[in-house]
């Protein structure tokens, strides 16, 4: 019999994150700060509106391009709070998370071989949908002394007459760095010049702890080559609905759309009711959730400090990453030691690109207790490493 197997497909590696996600869900008493999902429950109001919706038998498919009040309550969200103007009904598109968003984006932007600007350490998805797009991966590496931004120069340095598009991961996963407006500003020109298109993924936005996020899309010229995602998920703790949007010029989110139509047909119908209610009410939650994760990130580089772990200070999202080189082991090795000495799981860096080596990403989504307890055990298990030199 033939190979039943896409050799693309067969060449994917499997999420680094997810691996030790399974093994902590079958170890008793063991503490995860692995996952990037906030421990919120999603506000009741919005839950309210999901239960109304169901109660109000509205379960059918809305538009493929999700219901006319929820996008234009995107619309308004995005010009009040980022200063740029869609129009709801032909630049807005309702996605299964920002995930599909990222993964129909490169579909309809990629002819096979068009080259595609990754900056790593990043979220796990942007390689292998552009692998799944026909598109060729090109990886810059984000480097620590540049506090995770992505240069002029690295910009610069990586361009070639095939590369089509970049990723914009900011506020970033897994290091917590932004780009504030100067910083943009200097890769507005490039991308200019280049003819270059962007995926800015800012599905953390709403947790910026130093100013209000800027994006891209803002800056002159810059609207209509750019594809903003972003989502529900992580701004009000709607993991689980699995909702996100995508806004753009018009000739793309028309062939997404035609895509989502084929692959999905529509979001959720329950979670576009809810999402409404968030957006239109949402605004104190998430500002509660954003002070809340910021006491956390502090509590965390406090305590990096005094247990003399270094640690780059992120300014957005919910993770810190540490560096652990002077330990002399692997993102992996140290990661898997902690986890079965300690029963503490963390995410290696490695997981989001090589150059993540010698880091571990730890998320912050998590409660003040448990957040204690683990890096008790954290600063116990360092002291050991320490004690064995």
Request: contains cysteine.
């Amino acid at each position: 019999m033939r190979e039943i197997l896409s050799d693309k497909v067969r060449g994917l590696a499997p999420s680094g994150i997810r691996k030790f996600f399974d093994i902590v869900s079958e170890m008793p008493d063991a503490i995860s700060l692995g996952v990037g999902e906030p421990d919120f429950d999603t506000p009741w109001h919005v839950r309210q509106e999901g239960i109304e919706s169901l109660e109000r038998g509205r379960t059918f498919y809305t538009s493929n391009s999700g219901l006319m009040p929820l996008r234009e309550e995107i619309c308004r969200y995005l010009e009040r709070r980022c200063q740029v103007r869609y129009d709801a009904a032909k630049e807005t598109l309702v996605t299964v998370g920002g995930s599909e968003a990222i993964d129909i984006g490169l579909r309809a932007m990629l002819n096979p071989g068009d080259e595609v600007l990754i900056p790593q350490p990043s979220y796990v998805s942007y390689l292998p949908c552009t692998v799944l797009a026909d598109g060729v991966p090109v990886i810059i590496e984000l480097k620590e002394e540049n506090a995770f931004k992505l240069t002029r120069q690295q910009l610069l340095d990586v361009i070639t007459p095939r590369t089509k598009v970049l990723i914009l991961p900011f506020p970033n996963n897994p290091t917590g760095a932004i780009m504030g407006r100067a910083e943009l500003a200097e890769l507005v020109d490039v991308i200019l010049e280049k003819d270059l298109f962007v995926i800015s993924d800012e599905i953390y936005s709403e947790l910026s702890y130093h100013g209000d996020h800027v994006t891209i899309a803002s800056f002159p010229g810059m609207k209509e080559r750019t594809l903003l995602i972003n989502g529900f998920s992580k701004a009000y703790a709607m993991t689980g609905w699995r909702l996100g949007y995508a806004c753009g010029p018009q000739a793309l989110i028309s062939q997404m759309t035609k895509i989502h139509q084929y692959a999905i047909m529509c979001a959720p119908t329950t979670s576009q009711y809810a999402a409404v209610e968030a957006m239109r009410n949402g605004d104190q939650d998430v500002a509660s959730m954003r002070e809340a994760y910021d006491q956390r990130r502090r509590f965390l580089l406090k305590r990096f400090e005094e247990m003399g772990l270094p640690c780059f200070e992120p300014h957005g999202a919910f993770y810190c990453f540490p560096n652990i080189s002077r330990f002399g082991m692997t993102s992996e090795e140290f990661a898997t030691r902690l986890l079965q000495e300690e029963k503490v799981a963390v995410v290696p860096g490695t997981a989001f690109g090589d150059c993540g080596e010698g880091f571990l990403r730890i998320s912050y989504a998590y409660s003040l207790e448990s957040l204690k307890e683990a890096l008790d055990r954290l600063e116990r298990f360092i002291a050991r490493l320490d004690a064995g030199k």
